[in-house]
């Protein structure tokens, strides 16, 4: 059968229609009242590996190798060719062609019944269009994204492993701390007693054991003997500084070398005693007073801590590292799936003009129909880039006058007159981050009257000062929402009418929840499922 004559507006006519159908990338397949097939071209026949036959209808899925999207063979009733036959308009029907030699593809079907000028079916058509490589990039695309996570999670997990290593070490420490004050409280640490020139006069048990030394051998020695090179110098300094009366006492950590030459830190704490004077007048020193605490245990752990704390950083720098990785990925992804749906729209376009006055209404409004689909589907890519990046900004708060946050917001929406926007005359300043919460009002208020059902209608826009947050409400008087809906409606994708609507992609409500939630509050619905709905939100108070 040969194409209808397209008027001579057409450059070369009939050829020109003939080469146009050849040569377009998707395949076109049509057949007669009779089911013979009447038209293939090049598309069809490269996707089937075959030219057509004159076979029955019983036969095309068997000798096409036609198979739905599971990969099991087509009964007839499913073909879209044939339930174009029957009088069914078919629209983006999934379905498989798998040879028994070559490469098997995937193809998303549209098809039609054919009609003649008074009205009578002829025939039917079928568009197929092969989305093998945009399906395997899908789900490279899952695969890599999945990679990420489990790298990320994994990464987490190590990071909190190296967090709760880190708070028992601290724990230890602490708890080593105050050991040690128990033991200065009861006496049990070294004490000793020194004169001027640094030589021990008394020394206790406690002393004896932390250096290692006998009670005779220390008192036959000075403090300078026992004390690292390296700790010396300030120790005497402070010494002096105490005797000049320019300080009352010190405390220092300090190395002292044991008798078996091993190193202990100890934390000192010296005071001078002197004769009694007048007030205002230095008396004579008589002895230092050392008050000497092993610290061994303690400067391990800070040591550790040191390393802990370096391995964290070093854990926060891998994983900002991957969120950057991850976010590069999504940009660059999210650009690749939009080009081609950027060459679908224009390509629509064009055929449009080409073509202008001799479409018929019903192909136009399929064309009108296909760059809505593609812009709805660049919307969810945008849509899912903002999504994945919540939580992973670093956004600061600041002080947010609401009641001009909610006018700026209205304004840039530009409702309708028919609409009414309420807003309440006092309203909080709120610390938070601008840009979040104005997203989550900016959305509420948008689906309320994107999703009216009426030309016109009321949108309330209220708040509650309670006692840790806020709690802001948006009513309308739109359709409810079903009640068997509502555990779902916070869900990504989730969307309560059809996929026709560009803006409507089923992620407005799963942003918010998510921006909602990673500020600490909580977003509720209620809607008796007849006549409006109220979403309610919660906002922390930031000091």
């Known amino acids: 059968m040969r194409p209808q004559q397209f008027p001579s507006a057409l450059p070369g006519g009939q050829e020109f229609l003939e080469a146009l159908i050849e040569n377009i990338v998707d395949g076109l397949a049509a057949c007669n ?9 090049q598309a069809t026949r490269t996707f089937h590996g075959l030219l057509p036959e004159p076979i029955k209808c019983e036969d095309w899925a068997k000798h096409y190798d036609l198979h739905d999207e599971t990969g099991r063979p087509f009964e007839l009733e499913q073909i879209p060719l044939w339930r174009a036959l029957k009088g ?14 070559g490469e098997s593809r995937s193809l998303i079907a549209n098809a039609d019944p054919i009609y003649d000028a008074i009205g009578n079916q002829a025939g039917a058509v079928v568009l197929m269009r092969d989305v093998t490589e945009l399906k395997a990039a899908k789900a490279e695309l899952e695969s890599m994204k999945s990679l990420l996570e489990n ?8 990071l909190e492993k190296t967090i709760a290593e ?36 008394r020394v206790n048990q406690k002393l004896c054991d932390i250096v290692g030394y006998s009670r005779e051998e220390l008192l036959e020695t000075k403090f300078q003997n026992i004390t690292h090179p390296d700790d010396l110098a300030e120790d005497l300094a402070h010494s002096a500084d105490i005797l000049a009366g320019r300080i009352e006492n010190y405390s220092l950590e300090k190395r002292y070398f044991c008798k078996d030459q091993s190193i202990v830190w100890v934390q000192i704490t010296v005071s001078l005693r002197r004769q009694i004077q007048s007030s205002g007048v ?32 070093q854990a926060k720098v891998a994983l900002e590292n991957r969120n950057d990785e991850l976010d590069q990925f999504v940009y660059a992804a999210s650009h690749d799936l939009k080009a081609p749906l950027r060459g679908i729209t224009n390509l629509s376009k064009w055929l449009e003009e080409d073509l202008s006055g001799q479409l018929s209404e019903e192909n136009q409004q399929q064309l009108i129909l296909l760059r809505q689909r593609a812009k709805r589907m660049e919307n969810l890519i945008d849509g899912l880039l903002k999504y994945s990046r919540i939580g992973r900004e670093q956004v600061d708060p600041e002080l947010v006058d609401i009641y001009s946050l909610l006018l700026e917001l209205v304004d840039s929406l530009s409702p309708t007159n028919g609409f009414d926007i309420q807003i309440p005359q006092i309203c ?24 009216h059902d009426r030309d016109s209608g009321t949108v309330i826009v209220n708040w509650e000062n309670q006692e840790q947050h806020y709690l802001f409400s948006v009513t309308d008087d739109g359709p409810g929402i079903p009640v068997a809906f509502q555990s779902r409606i916070f869900t990504v ?51």
């Open 33 to 41: 009242l009779d089911g013979d097939l009447v038209l293939f071209n």
């Open 88 to 101: 069914e308009s078919v629209r983006d029907a999934p379905m498989m062609i798998i040879p028994k030699t």
């Open 151 to 158: 790298q990320v999670a994994a990464h987490m997990a190590d």
């Open 166 to 201: 880190l708070q028992k070490n601290k724990q230890r420490l602490e708890d080593s701390e105050g050991q040690f004050r128990t033991t200065f409280e009861q006496a049990a640490m070294g004490c000793g007693h020194l004169d001027i020139s640094g030589k021990w006069l």
């Open 282 to 313: 230095l008396g004579v020193p008589l002895y230092f007073i050392a008050m000497v605490e092993n610290i061994s245990d303690r400067k391990q752990l800070e040591f550790q801590n040191a390393e802990s704390l370096l391995a964290l950083e």
């Open 428 to 451: 909080p300043n709120v610390m938070a981050k601008k840009l979040l919460l104005g997203q989550v009002f900016s959305n509420l208020i948008n689906n309320a009257i994107k999703h």
């Open 493 to 543: 994708f989730q969307t309560l009418t059809g996929g026709g609507s560009p803006e409507n992609t089923g992620i407005g409500l799963a942003l918010i929840k998510k921006i909602v939630e990673n500020e600490g509050g909580v977003v509720q619905l209620h809607s008796n499922g007849d006549r409006g709905s109220r979403f309610e939100f919660t906002w922390p108070k930031l000091s």
